[in-house]
């Protein structure tokens, strides 16, 4: 069980929610290709007990679900779970933190996690929390960015670093899991055994500016530097990190990458 301060669902739960509808209706989108991926390597399936961790507004959920599978979620935005139920009123939707999940031991065959334990106030617990929830022969999921330089988003990922406060010395970054050792070291502490590493292709593709920048400011990280500076200073960064990318149909397409860990009990 994590302790009281080291849980962050009270200071996450706002700032992911800030933007929600457009990161359902935009930024969410560009991970569509790795819930696919995922969902087939986990082998979600009719009948499968599905949980994800960190669900946002849903789809991976809604996604588990058109397979047949008995979906769960939590997530610390109240604002991303309205429109996670308003995908999937028949799954089962809680609001809390990563490290103390309301479900009991060993309920779910596959335990997915996109790009939300390296964010928790104690990465580990998360981990430990999900483990504890699936079943003996399920599977666990990490997903992360891939290393920044097998990718063209890290650029836009660290445009705004500028405007965020100060980070505590030992605060992880959000490539904190992107090296396999680092992520196949993360399983190993909370007792999994890693199975596969594999890479998922998952471009930004935004069909103007303007759509591009009510993306990248839907995000808790948007939310926080707009907090320290402003709106304005967010946008401009923003629009800065995106010129290289625009095409000749004034569409942008940046390649980006995440990395998947399966994992399972010893």
């Not at 290393?147 to 970054?173: F, T």
Request: proline share 6%; aromatic share 6%; net charge negative.
């Amino acid at each position: 069980m994590a302790t009281l301060n080291s849980r962050t669902g009270k200071v996450n739960g706002p700032l992911w929610g800030h933007g929600a509808e457009d990161w359902a209706d935009i930024q969410e989108g560009t991970l569509a290709p790795v819930f696919d991926r995922v969902l087939e390597k986990a082998s979600v399936g009719q009948g499968t007990k599905y949980l994800d961790v960190g669900c946002g507004s849903g789809m991976a959920i809604s996604k588990a679900e058109a397979k047949g599978a008995f979906a769960a979620g939590l997530d610390a935005s109240q604002a991303l779970l309205d429109i996670a139920g308003s995908r999937s009123p028949d799954a089962e939707l809680h609001l809390g933190d990563l490290e103390d999940l309301p479900f009991d031991d060993k309920r779910f065959d596959v335990v997915t996690s996109f790009n939300s334990l390296q964010y928790a106030g104690n990465p580990l617990a998360a981990l430990k929390e999900a483990k504890r929830v699936m079943c003996t022969q399920g599977t666990i999921a990490i997903v992360t960015w891939s290393p920044p330089e097998m990718m063209e988003v890290s650029s836009l990922i660290g445009a705004i670093k500028h405007l965020l406060p100060p980070a505590p010395p030992d605060a992880p970054g959000p490539f904190a899991l992107s090296e396999a050792k680092s992520l196949r070291a993360f399983a190993s502490a909370a007792g999994l055994l890693t199975m596969e590493i594999f890479d998922i292709s998952a471009p930004w593709i935004y069909p103007d500016k303007d759509t591009g920048l009510r993306g990248l400011g839907s995000s808790g990280v948007a939310a926080r530097a707009a907090a320290n500076s402003s709106i304005e200073a967010v946008e401009d960064a923003h629009a800065s990190a995106l010129a290289p990318f625009r095409q000749i149909d004034g569409s942008y397409r940046i390649e980006a990458s995440l990395r998947c860990l399966l994992a399972r009990l010893p």
